[in-house]
């Protein structure tokens, strides 16, 4: 079937979502990008049915209940809309669905343990709706994060977080809600508005290769640091990296939490000390068992737990080195940039010994090759 990128436009309240979800689709048809919006499940339930939701948000059965009906609205939806879009455009075109919030933002407003009812029983994992239905989510920062003199409810009547402060508190929720995830952008107010539609834009393009997939990071290696001491949110994250035998850099990955897993397999080519042309696909396990059977026997498999937090809006990935023996215990922090010239605000309660950014003595396949 052919490939339908799909791009969550999430963020706190008055973030610039609705005027994103016109800006984007304008100016990527000037790219010749056939695209769709998918409308935010709870608006449409919650203006549709003239529901008000903080007058039962305190039923918590009520409310659960509602928020299990979100998400299978959802999906509904952006199968829909999926199959519409294959439906009207020519075959060969490139299509984008933008997605008004996704499945995972109910996390932002039940807790853990009701949030794992709800999958219970709708019969969904973390990483099926987090990590595999989607290609990338695009967090826009609440204006209230820098300029809450700039916060109104003019804009959205289903929005019922009335102040500055409950705004911040929901933004910092929906961000956590889609941490642990690949591919996690976050647009602050660092900038204009105008500018940030401008960023998020860019953000879009890089995702779906417009000119191309670019993978722009920055590594520094961390000691001294346990693990348990991370002051923020943080999803725990398994990860096994196999490199193939070919004349290219070619990997396959197994990436999960909680005995749900994904496969991948990518190929990488360097352009810049910070940017490497990055070509990924989703892959069936089936499909991963028989690439791994190709494995490079100069190289060693990777084993690794990376923890993925968010420190002063910019999403961090602490990668910890389980196998091979030789590189147990080592801590490389990564952080993805939309620009190349992004600053980096690297948390102050880690130690960092260095910068490995442009290092190939640290990048994986060199570390796992077999000495």
């Known amino acids: ?21 016109s800006y984007l689709p304008e100016k990527l048809s000037d790219f010749g990008i056939a695209n769709m919006c998918v409308p935010e499940a709870a608006t449409f339930l919650i203006t549709s049915g003239r529901l008000k939701p903080e007058e039962f948000i305190n039923d918590r059965k009520r409310w659960l209940e509602f928020e299990a009906v979100i998400i299978n609205t959802q999906i509904l939806h952006e199968n829909a809309f999926a199959k519409l879009l294959r439906a009207k455009e020519p075959k060969n075109s490139r299509k ?3 997605m008004d919030r996704g499945c995972m933002d109910t996390a932002a407003y039940v807790t853990k343990e009701e949030f794992r009812r709800i999958l219970d029983k709708t019969q969904r994992s973390v990483v099926g709706l987090r990590d595999k239905r989607y290609d990338a989510v695009i967090h826009l920062a609440t204006v209230a994060d820098g300029k809450p003199e700039l916060y109104t409810l003019e804009n959205n009547p289903a929005r019922y977080e009335k102040t500055p402060e409950e705004a911040m508190l929901a933004d910092k929720r929906t961000r956590e809600a889609w ?8 647009i602050d107010n660092s900038t204009s508005f105008k500018d940030k539609m401008k960023r998020a834009l860019k953000a879009v ?9 670019l993978e722009i990071e920055r590594k520094f290696l961390v000691k001294g640091f346990q ?13 096994t990296q196999t490199y193939l035998a070919s004349e290219k850099e070619e990997r396959i990955r197994r990436r999960g939490q909680d005995g749900h897993y994904l496969h ?33 026997r100069n190289h060693d498999i990777i084993r690794k737990i990376r923890f993925c937090f968010i ?13 091979p023996a030789r590189l147990r215990g080592a801590m490389i922090l990564e952080v993805e940039l939309t620009e ?11 130690r960092i010994t260095g910068e490995v950014t442009g290092d190939p003595k640290y990048k994986n396949y060199n570390l796992a090759m077999r000495p």
């Open 1 to 21: 079937m052919e490939k339908i990128w799909r791009v969550v436009i999430t963020g706190g309240p008055c973030g610039g979502k609705t005027t994103a979800m």
């Open 205 to 213: 393009q890089k995702v779906i290769g417009i000119p191309v997939s």
């Open 96 to 98: 984008i669905l933008l």
């Open 264 to 296: 991948y397999q990518a190929t990488k080519t360097p352009s810049t000390t910070l940017v490497r042309e990055e070509k990924e696909r989703l892959i069936s396990e089936e499909r991963y068992q028989i690439l791994f059977e190709r494995r490079s």
């Open 179 to 186: 941490n642990g995830r690949e591919k996690l952008i976050i």
């Open 340 to 350: 190349e010239n992004d600053k980096v605000q690297i948390p102050d309660w880690l």
């Open 227 to 239: 693990i348990q001491d991370i002051p923020v949110c943080c999803q725990q994250i398994d990860i």
């Open 311 to 323: 420190w002063n809006n910019q999403y961090f990935e602490l990668d910890f080195f389980l196998e």
